[in-house]
């Protein structure tokens, strides 16, 4: 099963996932064939309402699609800001981030620099992870999708008019 990573302005990129009930033999090939996909267009991370799934499923890789070492599957992830250990408070952080859905495009966005992590596993074991980061950001960016939220959704309002007046051209000269 090859799957297709929807594109904005898909409005189904916008639908609210529901949570994973029973890990299927159906949850587990979405899981495989969403890495699979992931690591085809060269990408760290992808959420199931990337491809048409509207369940809370992501795949992570920081390791990258060359190297394809520590693939995780995380269902039902849920993220808690945590405190930088040096100054005891929650951190900020400003990186640029790109998204399989919004393609040629990149932006600064804030995130958390740390974050606690609670998810199952595809065995349906609970999983606890602290996160920093690039690893905290690529959460918080998947997660953001189970909520139907894209990065560009965090960036300001001028940046988003450019972005948008682009995506409209593009599709006009498409037609
Ligand atoms: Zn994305």
Redesign the pocket.
Known sequence: MELEILQYPDARLKQKSAPVTEITPEIRALAENMAKAMYESD?I???AP?VGRFVRLITVDLSGPSQREALKVYLNPVLEALPDPESGKPEGVESE??????PDYRSNVKRHSRVLLKALDLDGNPVEREAADLEAICLQ??C??LDGK??IDRISRLKRGLYDGKVKKRLKAAE
């Open positions: 990408g991370g992808l959420a990337q981030e790109g998204c399989l859905s919004v960016h998947e953001d999708h894209l990065f």
